[in-house]
């Protein structure tokens, strides 16, 4: 049976800080250089969730993209947007909120929701030119 990827995309805000608290801030300024400000900075972030399977034979669907638009909605765009990331989201109290990261937690807060036949693959855009892609590997 052919698989087919589905996609939604969905959007939000959030401040955040790229540092590590056992460095000095000379460290943090030569590894993370203005990302590591301490007064923090932000991104209009881009997500695309892909949701991978063999289309149901019943519905048509691989997976119901209104039941993802949801799920992204309650599990993402409401715990991140407009957040400061170090700060208001527990996640990250000790987790560097790097885009690696944060596309690690997104999947993860997905995952969990959507059936394991199913493949899913998060891509995160923290700018037009930077961006990751989480696969669960």
């Known amino acids: ?11 939000f805000n959030a401040a955040h800080r790229l540092y590590r608290k056992d460095w000095s801030d ?5 590894v993370f250089g203005k990302c590591s400000n301490p007064n923090y ?14 289309v149901d034979s019943e519905t ?3 997976y119901d993209l209104g039941k993802l638009k949801k799920l992204i909605f309650s599990e993402v765009e409401e715990a991140f947007d407009h957040k400061n990331l170090n700060v208001e989201v ?13 596309s ?15 493949e899913l693959e998060v891509t ?11 696969k669960g590997e």
């Open 26 to 30: 000379e460290k943090n300024l030569a």
């Open 41 to 54: 900075h932000g991104h209009n972030y881009e997500l695309i969730v892909a949701v991978t399977g063999e």
């Open 124 to 134: 995160l855009y923290e700018t037009p030119r930077n961006f990751v892609n989480y």
């Open 104 to 118: 690690i937690v997104i999947y993860n807060k997905l995952r969990i929701h959507i059936p394991s036949n199913l």
């Open 60 to 62: 048509g669907y691989v």
């Open 1 to 11: 049976m052919p698989k087919v990827t589905v996609h939604r995309k969905a959007h």
């Open 90 to 102: 527990a996640e990250f109290k000790e987790l560097n909120p790097t885009a690696e990261n944060i």
